[in-house]
């Protein structure tokens, strides 16, 4: 399948700082989702973003989707304990199967 | 949450062992996925499903198998275990209609085979 590449694959940051994780595709993306992993835990979705240059917010995350849909970022504000995770990006088909990035770990000093 | 659902959470087998790790889901999704992750690394997807008695192999190579004989259940099956199944698998279930194919994944099972 057609992969996405996400960066960085580690961040360490300090309580209160931003985070940024970008995933990029090669070829234009029909859809691209998030997710999130907790430490141990499972993915769980946080959004879908489907329009050429949509931004979407929930709280301090602030999804974006490239005009050209071949990229997208997830931005955290003043990061928070919580937020320590690994999160995913993964694009849609036409068949129902995703395909996810590698995910970046992101963990955070209190 | 959604209401899905795999059973164990966490096993430990001896290598030849047939194992049957569970997977159910209440909210009636017709597409159901296995996926197998090592500790901090991606998802792999082993298997899926678009219905009653569809089954297709996913993108990387598995020695289990599945079956799908009610829409609610998903089995996978491994009829001798091996020491390099030992990962982490993942079920996950998606609604059908529309152009969403968000994926909502089960707690997982935690297989380890010595």
């Known amino acids: 399948g057609q992969q996405v590449m996400q960066i960085p694959q580690y961040q360490h940051v300090q309580e209160g700082e931003d985070f940024t994780t970008y995933c990029n595709s090669s070829?234009?993306?029909?859809?691209i989702q998030w997710y999130k992993q907790r430490p141990g835990g499972h993915p769980v979705f946080l959004i879908q973003l489907v329009k050429s240059g949509e931004v979407k917010k929930q709280k301090r995350l602030t999804f974006q989707f490239g005009e050209a849909k071949k990229n997208s970022s997830l931005h955290i504000t003043a990061t928070q304990t919580t937020d320590v995770g690994t999160y995913f990006c993964a694009r849609g088909g036409s068949n129902y199967k995703l395909t996810f990035g590698k995910g970046t770990l992101l963990t955070v000093n209190p | 949450e959604a209401d899905i659902y795999q059973t164990p959470r966490y096993l430990v087998i001896g290598t030849g062992k047939k194992i049957t790790l569970e997977c159910s889901q209440t909210m009636g999704h017709d597409k159901m996925y296995w996926y197998q992750q090592d500790p901090g690394m991606e998802l792999h997807l082993i298997h899926y499903s678009y219905g009653v008695n569809s089954t297709e192999k996913g993108d990387l190579s598995s020695e289990s198998t599945v079956s799908r004989i009610r829409t609610e259940h998903f089995p996978l099956t491994l009829e001798s275990a091996r020491p390099s199944h030992t990962s982490q698998y993942l079920c996950?279930?998606?609604?059908?209609?529309?152009?969403?194919?968000?994926?909502?994944f089960g707690p997982g099972t935690r297989l380890t085979v010595l």
């Open positions: 070829t234009t993306l029909s859809n």
């Open positions: 996950a279930s998606s609604p059908s209609g529309g152009s969403s194919d968000t994926q909502y």
